[in-house]
């Protein structure tokens, strides 16, 4: 975020922190979302913070908060039915702001119990090899979203995907990494990331819910090094 910083100020650019999955999170001691003019969040309902879905959106700019609260209310401002700006309907419902509140109260507890799921994770699977974690630089201070691993096809030579269903026989749900958007013609044309597209088959994203006891983790952790070759 300091180089891309750097690089807007020297460009007059605004920068956009899309921190969708990194709520808590912080990075050089500041809050994800909050290194840039505009940070954005993801309350979608797997996030650390949730309200079923929706976000919200940060910025410590006064002009540009009153930009965004008149874009997100239909372009209306002041006055009632008169669109100053073609706005949208970018509100969350009063019942979902109510469950976002009520999460908010106990966020300390919510991220020392992702704190808590991440860790053991990596304190079982962190010496078995063809099993990588995500890495972390020393200036982050994580809250884990996605328990995501790669798996290296020489120890799981089946494939992810038949991982995924094995995992799935013994009652665990996973899900894939993301494809890469290059291998998705109608987007990026012919274009071609191999490293991307190799990880797009090779990432897991284990069960990460804050609410998983260390005795699931272990039966989620010992399942998967059994399915190993």
Known sequence: MDLINELAE???????????????SKYKGRMAGACAHIGTYSFQ???????????????????????????????????RYWHDVAGHNFR?????????????????????E?????????DLLK??????????PKEVSP??????????????PQGRDEVMEQLQKLGIE????FYSATMMPH?????????????????????????LTNEQIDYICSSLVILKK
């Open 10 to 24: 020297r460009y007059r650019v605004i920068v956009i922190e899309d921190a969708a999955e990194s709520f808590g």
């Open 143 to 156: 809250v884990v979203w996605a328990i995501s691993v790669i798996l290296d096809e020489s120890a799981f």
């Open 174 to 177: 996973t899900r894939p990494g």
């Open 45 to 79: 309902a797997t996030k650390t913070i949730t309200t079923g879905e929706g976000g919200a959106v940060v910025t410590n700019d006064s002009e540009l908060n009153d930009r965004m609260r008149l874009y997100r209310n239909h372009g209306m401002s002041k006055r």
């Open 114 to 122: 992702r704190e808590r799921v991440f860790v053991t994770y990596k």
């Open 187 to 211: 987007l990026y044309g012919v274009m071609k990331l191999p490293i991307c597209e190799i990880l797009s088959r090779q990432i897991i994203s284990l069960p990460s819910s804050p609410l």
């Open 92 to 112: 969350l419902t009063n019942l979902q702001a109510s469950i976002g509140c009520a999460q908010i109260e106990k966020v300390d507890k919510i991220i020392l």
């Open 127 to 136: 010496n078995i090899d063809g099993i990588t974690f995500q890495f972390f």
